[in-house]
T-cell receptor, first 116, second 111 residues
Framework: KAGVTQTPRYLIKTRGQQVTLSCSPI?????VSWYQQTPGQGLQFLFE???????NKGNFPGRFSGRQFSNSRSEMNVSTLELGDSALYLC???????????????FGPGTRLTVT | EDQVTQSPEALRLQEGESSSLNCSYT??????LFWYRQDPGKGPEFLFT???AGEEKEKERLKATLTKKESFLHITAPKPEDSATYLC????????????FGSGTKLNVKP
């Protein structure tokens, strides 16, 4: 079974620009979560989508948004980029308890975003 | 507020030298505790889920245990290929779909 894929793997953007990152979950997984990982803050939860609905949101400004499509693929968008947005953005998919109460998450390789 | 703390931040071991990593948590009703392994440049890889105090899970040289306040990841006779960052995450009873991660323990096993 194919794992979680994320595109692009690397991005370099300039302050003030916007960026869209894409995530394709494992087949059959309807929950997709996004995280920001930085050396200083660790893994910070951004949001979680299930069946095209945002169910949970972390403590990030409104510049961070996301969506999920009917095939469970998800995108996240960051507008008006700031230097502090430089990070590894990870996407994780899960069965979200649909089978035997399993909630473990399976992560993609991440998108490394550098804002200059 | 739900919180997860991992210690130590970094750990250096000689090959074969067993040790333990700690994950302490405060959460309003624990539903599950998860351990992940992360290699440089990659996303975290799922290892274990623990649900109740006293539960243990094993996989090769790794054994995870859980108490009411913390979890340990015991590494027995580690090998250099066990070098990675180990992350734990907690899931609360009031929200099954939101996870709080610790900052991880970076393990380096020298041959």
């Amino acid at each position: 079974k194919a794992g979680v894929t994320q595109t692009p793997r690397y991005l370099i953007k300039t302050r003030g620009q916007q960026v869209t990152l894409s995530c394709s979950p494992i087949s059959g997984h309807r929950s997709v979560s996004w995280y920001q990982q930085t050396p200083g803050q660790g893994l910070q939860f951004l949001f979680e989508y299930f069946s095209e609905t945002q169910r949970n949101k972390g403590n990030f400004p409104g510049r961070f948004s996301g969506r999920q499509f009917s095939n469970s693929r998800s995108e996240m968008n960051v507008s008006t980029l700031e230097l502090g947005d430089s990070a590894l953005y990870l996407c994780a998919s899960s069965l979200a308890g649909l089978r035997q109460g399993s909630y473990e998450q399976y992560f993609g390789p991440g998108t490394r975003l550098t804002v200059t | 507020e739900d919180q997860v703390t991992q210690s130590p931040e970094a750990l250096r071991l000689q090959e074969g030298e067993s040790s333990s990593l700690n994950c302490s948590y405060t959460v309003s009703g624990l539903r599950g505790l998860f351990w992940y392994r992360q290699d440089p440049g990659k996303g975290p890889e799922f290892l274990f889920t623990l649900y109740s105090a006293g539960e243990e899970k094993e996989k090769e040289r790794l054994k995870a245990t859980l108490t009411k306040k913390e979890s340990f990841l015991h590494i027995t006779a580690p090998k250099p290929e066990d070098s990675a960052t180990y992350l734990c995450a907690v899931q609360a009873n009031n929200n099954f779909n939101k996870f709080y991660f610790g900052s991880g323990t970076k393990l380096n096993v020298k041959p």
